[in-house]
Nanobody, 115 residues
């Protein structure tokens, strides 16, 4: 059974940064298709970024240049660095393993960007 546990969210001012972590058990991040999604209130969950087992990354346009996905194979963790945050980034951020349709999800971590 795959379990994903996100952490690192919180309250940050506009322009600030956060580093989100995803602890993975029941799957190996170096062999899995991993990604980050987010869901704002009243909105559908949306893709942010993905990383393949070979290390190829993809970013949605809103994330390019601001967000960075990374992976630590030794600790079996995935990270999402969030830089230059703005209020539109306020959402629950979810870690995903195996794709949105058939994969596993974490419980999410809240990111709130407000002055």
């Amino acid at each position: 059974q795959v379990r994903l546990v996100e952490s690192g969210g919180g309250l940050v001012q506009p322009g600030g940064s956060l580093n989100l972590s995803c602890a993975v058990s029941g799957a190996t991040v170096s062999s899995a298709f991993m990604g980050w999604y987010r869901q704002a209130p009243g909105k559908q969950r949306e893709l942010i970024t993905t990383i393949t087992p070979s290390g190829i990354t993809h970013y949605e346009n809103f994330a390019k240049g601001r967000f960075t996905i990374s992976r630590d194979d030794a600790t079996n963790m995935v990270f999402l660095q969030l830089n230059n945050l703005n209020p539109e980034d306020t959402a629950v951020y979810f870690c995903n393993a195996g794709g949105h349709a058939y994969g596993a999800w974490g419980q999410g971590t809240q990111v709130t960007v407000s002055s």
